[in-house]
Structure formats: C-alpha cells, structure tokens
C-alpha cells in the first residue's frame, strides 16, 4: 500500500469508502459527510490553491484518503483536516498515521500554521490519534459551521 495525491478516477472509490464507513458504523447520515456533494467529487474538490487530498492505494484500490485545505471564512493561516476515512482492511497498520502526517506535512508546506477539524462523538479511535498529534478540543467551531 501507498499513499498518494487523489486522481480523478478515485473518485468513486473514496465515495463508496467513506460512505460505506457511515454504514458500518451506524454513523449519523443528515448533515454529514454523508450527504455533502464534495463527497461525490473528491478529486474536483481538492484542485484550489493551498488544499491536497491524498489516498491510500492498495494495487489500484483506494482503501482510504484524508486532505486538507484552508479552512472558510477564517486567517489564510488556518486549514482544516477533511474527509479522513479507513476501510476495515486498512486499519490498524499505521496508515492513519501515515495519512495525517501526509496532510499535516503539506499543510506546512503550503503556509498553513495551524490545523482545524471537526469529527463526530462516535469516532473515539481517531480522536485519541488526534490527541496523539496535539489536537486539542475546542469550545466553538470555525469557518462555515461556526459563523
């Protein structure tokens, strides 16, 4: 496995990931994810200035991704962590780990000082590697959930 840049034929793979995901899980499917058209078009909506989503390629099957990009209405300093999904068979081998440091290193290289995300309740074990990487909790939300 390998991680690398979104192409646009990834696009239906990471759909059917992260969505498959939200099933699993029972994770809420309204006002998530779930529904957001960027899911249905990943590699489009990650082609701006300053934003990367990368995958995890396993012999031409993505078995996960995660990207950032600036985070809406706040200092161009700022991004945010999106659409951070595993598949089942991916997990447990570091490749979160490998994802996040992918995102966060080009984060940095892109001018961004500080990083954002937003998760949900029910995701405890990627909250505890987001401890791990110095993410604290936060009292409000940012750009376009928080305005």
Do not use: W
Not at 18 to 38: A, C, Q
Not at 107 to 114: D, E, N, P, V
Request: aromatic share 10%; net charge negative; charged share 25%.
């Amino acid at each position: 496995m390998r991680i690398r840049e979104i192409q646009f034929n990834d696009n239906s793979q990471i759909e059917s990931v992260i969505k498959s995901i939200f099933i699993e899980l029972r994770l809420p499917l309204t006002g998530t994810v779930y529904e957001d058209v960027e899911t249905t078009q990943m590699f489009e909506s990650y082609q701006e200035d300053k934003a990367v989503y990368f995958v995890i390629d396993h012999e031409g099957q993505v078995k996960g991704g995660a990207g950032i990009k600036a985070l809406p209405s706040e200092k161009s300093s700022i991004c945010e962590l999106q659409k951070m999904y595993i598949s089942p068979d991916a997990r447990g081998k570091g490749y979160s780990k490998q994802l996040l440091d992918s995102c966060l290193e080009a984060a940095k290289s892109m001018g961004y000082t500080q990083c954002y995300l937003e998760t949900l309740s029910e995701l405890t074990t990627a909250q505890k590697l987001y401890k791990q990487y110095g993410f604290e909790y936060l009292e409000i939300l940012y750009g376009k959930h928080g305005s």
